[in-house]
């Protein structure tokens, strides 16, 4: 990629001459707002609406633009970016399809409290309302997807607008926020603001922790005989300190801590006090500790329909402590006896400094029996699966995967559907930050941009997406980003020529009539591979997955591989829908009980 | 902020009355309506209106009904949206006002139209615009008083009734 650098714009330079009051264009000051952001690389996708933006971006050599072919892989390539660093991912689009098309993203990044500025070009302000080519209502479209949503009509209100849409993305529970920029705006001249120092009016999150609450939690905590920690995507959230205080919260008391599928690396899956992911895929140990558990400690976690499963019978006679920054989190699915508002890194270093301060001690007679009971419940091994000679397993190839990759710095993404839970279930996670999947929206099509994201945050590390053929091939244009910019992504196509889950539900729930969930004309992924320029690897015998596996990591190129996976396979364990924590299904055996309640089938 | 919950909510509609101070801005009622519509709540009425102009200030007033859970969730997210400044619940919070503005269009002569006059006298209504055959009468009042009054108007001959919704306010010298 070639950037010819001109003069126009140095926005080093701008910077040191800060508030001279020099007159700058809209695209200008947009410009020198993300560069005071701290904004290093953007994804986006040009159009008329947003000319003289990438006009200005043209003379300027502080910010990196990656083309995507698509505005929707735009999103989830910084939703991925977002994730694998902490910080804001940045998106621009242009006007009409462009906005449309980033709703994707957006409404995933705002399920899965994703920290994303969204820019969108629109027709001039005097053309608003006139059905104009390429016109969309953008912010009324984005209204329900975005945390908050702007219309800039004054060129002098840019400078505002930007830093205050940095400031509610990643503020709180983080979340997408678009900005939309009529074309006259971005070509009319104002003064450049610089960056509020003022506190926002009226958004201030609230992050530190009530005090007696907290106490209040240490007491019923050190009370309690079957204690579980449930730890979700806020832990994540809050930064690499949160997962640390959540160590170090587990070392002081010994609880068993189950995480969700946002949580994944929150603290490390392989470690003794961790029982693994919890919910509709998770492990025996995690949901029936759950369930029988008598005080629950909620982190960050949201009490999702996955995790939950029948909710009038979800962990019954529990005392629940709920730690969450977002007060509309409290009480939704399932009432809960103490509610802690704060950050989960702030709430768990106050825990710890309360727990200390209290010499409070875990009942260590009572946490030994129960832990005697969870061990009883993993020798159940519920993850086991029928190994084969002859056709590869989607649960083998992942198993190879974790071990082929151990000790490097590896950053997963997945699609969705079963090759997602999978990996949740059968890949190792010691880090956070490290695992990048679309829980919330379960957006297929989110992984290999993700990764793409990813990547650019992180050139020198391995990124693998966990696909499936049919996810793979919802947002395979950007694999021509990933050989524009020279980004060796991994696509690790668990291949099993079908909807994999859709195949699942309707074999358990549809007495195996699978209605449209085959694929006829799969694309040979080799080829297609070598189509982009890329490097293509298949295996179809298990003898072949561990050399695919380290060809794929040698070779510094983006890679498809096509590993051809056992298409009958379906993801165990499982509570089917509508049912509870201790109605499982363990393996094919278990089919049978699948078939579930009338209640359960009209569930997703 | 702590809360104690029950673990069994007892799972009873109740209505109350939220007011929430907004920044003035477009689009902030439709982040107001899009959330009831978008998560399923129920409302009942709903009334805004700039009240402050040099801080920009509007204030929403919403009669909501649900159950005590949906309820909470309503005020939490009401919280959330960047632009809210205040959220309070007054039928929780303490005793308070609230009022309603009618304006009712009866049409008759006669016996009915001396009737109509009469009973809009005993409710304290005005009259703010009348013709030869029909009356306009203005009246403020509880919600119950208005649909009384409109019940009886019923017979004597109603055309129109357009109303305000709840306005409401806290007893006392405290501010929202």
């Not at chain 1, 506190?199 to 922790?209: E, I, M």
């Not at chain 1, 995690?286 to 009490?303: P, Y």
């Not at chain 2, 009737?115 to 055959?133: G, H, P, Q, W, Y």
Request: neutral net charge.
């Amino acid at each position: 990629m070639t950037i010819s650098v001109y003069e126009g714009l140095d926005v080093a330079k701008i910077k040191k001459k800060k508030n001279s009051g020099k007159l700058l264009t809209g695209a200008e000051i947009i410009l020198k707002a993300l560069c005071e952001e701290g904004v290093e690389v953007i994804f986006g996708y040009p159009g008329g609406a947003v000319l003289p933006l990438y006009d200005a971006l043209f003379k300027q050599n502080n910010i990196r633009h990656i083309l995507v072919r698509h505005e929707q892989g735009a999103v989830h390539a910084a939703e991925g970016y977002a994730r694998s660093t902490g910080k804001v991912g940045v998106v621009l689009v242009t006007s009409g399809p462009g906005a449309t098309n980033a709703v994707t993203g957006l409404t995933d990044a705002l399920m899965d409290s994703i920290p994303i500025v969204c820019l969108s070009g629109q027709v001039p302000t005097h053309m608003i309302g006139n059905d104009a080519f390429q016109e969309a209502d953008t912010v009324g479209i984005t209204r329900p997807c975005t945390k908050h949503n702007y219309l800039v009509k004054d060129a002098a209100n840019i400078s505002q607008v930007i830093h205050e849409a940095f400031y509610v993305a990643r503020s709180g529970r983080p979340g997408p926020v678009l900005v939309d920029l009529p074309k006259d705006i971005q070509i009319n001249k104002a003064a450049y603001g610089g960056k509020p120092k003022l506190v926002h009016k009226s958004y201030r999150p609230q992050v530190k922790g009530d005090s007696a609450a907290i106490a209040e939690a240490v007491e019923m905590l050190a009370n309690a005989k079957r204690p579980i920690i449930y730890a979700g995507g806020g832990i994540i959230n809050s930064g690499p300190k949160a997962s640390k205080l959540l160590g170090e919260f587990l070392k002081l008391t010994g609880f068993p801590c189950t995480q969700t599928l946002m949580a994944l690396g929150c603290y490390p899956t392989d470690g003794k006090l961790s029982l693994g992911m919890l919910g509709m895929h998770g492990t025996l140990e995690a949901n029936l500790a759950m369930h029988g558990c008598d005080v629950m400690i909620a982190v960050g976690a949201r009490f999702d329909d996955r995790i939950t499963g029948r909710v009038a019978d979800f962990a019954p006679g529990s005392k629940k402590i709920h730690i969450d920054i977002d007060s509309s989190s409290f009480n939704k699915s399932i009432a809960v006896d103490l509610t802690i508002q704060g950050d989960c890194g702030n709430v768990l270093a106050d825990l710890i400094k309360q727990w200390k301060a209290k010499k409070a001690k875990s009942n260590a007679k009572a946490l030994k029996s129960w832990w005697k009971t969870i061990d009883g419940w993993r020798a159940r091994n519920s993850l086991s699966y029928e190994k084969s000679d002859t056709i590869i397993k989607p649960q083998y190839a992942l198993e190879r995967l974790r071990e082929l990759t151990r000790g490097r710095d590896t950053y997963f993404t997945t699609e969705v559907g079963q090759h997602q839970m999978w990996a949740a279930q059968f890949l190792s996670f010691d880090k956070p930050n490290h695992w990048m999947t679309s829980g919330g929206l379960g957006t297929m099509g989110y992984g290999l941009p993700a990764a793409m994201g990813t990547q650019v945050a992180h050139p020198k590390s391995l990124v693998v997406d966990i696909a499936g053929e049919a996810s793979f091939m919802m947002n395979m244009q950007e694999f021509s980003t990933l050989m524009q910019y020279r980004l060796p992504v991994k696509a690790f196509i668990l291949n099993n020529q079908c909807m994999g889950m859709v195949r699942q539900w309707q074999e358990l729930m549809h007495g195996g009539r699978y209605s449209e969930s085959y694929m006829k004309s799969l694309p040979d992924f080799v080829k297609l591979a070598e189509a982009f320029g890329a490097v293509g690897l298949r295996a179809t015998k298990p003898s072949e997955v561990d050399d695919l596996i380290k060809e794929m990591i040698a070779v510094d190129c983006a890679v498809i591989a096509d590993v051809r996976v056992d298409p009958t396979e379906n993801c165990f364990p499982m509570i089917p829908s509508g049912a509870a924590h201790n109605e499982m299904l363990l393996g094919p055996a278990d089919k049978a009980k699948g078939k579930g309640t009338e209640e359960g089938m009209v569930l997703v | 902020m702590a809360a104690k919950k029950g673990q069994k909510e007892v799972e009873q509609v109740e209505q109350r009355i939220i007011a929430v101070l907004v920044d003035n801005e477009p689009g902030v009622l439709a982040r107001v309506i899009g959330l009831f519509s978008g998560r399923g709540y129920n409302i009942e009425s709903l009334t805004v209106s700039e009240v402050d102009s040099v801080e920009n200030i509007s204030r929403i007033t919403v009669v909501a009904s649900g159950t005590p859970m949906v309820l909470e969730q309503i005020k939490a997210q009401f919280d959330r949206l960047v632009p809210v400044h205040k959220v309070s619940d007054l039928t929780e919070d303490g005793p308070c006002v609230a009022r309603e503005l009618a304006l009712i269009k009866v049409k008759g002569t006669g016996e009915k139209r001396v009737e109509a006059l009469r009973i809009a006298d005993i409710f304290r209504s005005r009259v703010v615009d009348s013709t030869i055959k029909s009356f306009v009468f203005e009246m403020t009042g509880t919600s119950d008083k208005i649909d009384a009054f409109i019940e009886l108007m019923e017979p004597l001959g109603l055309v129109d009734a357009c109303r305000t919704g709840i306005v409401a306010i806290a007893r006392g010298p405290k501010p929202l």
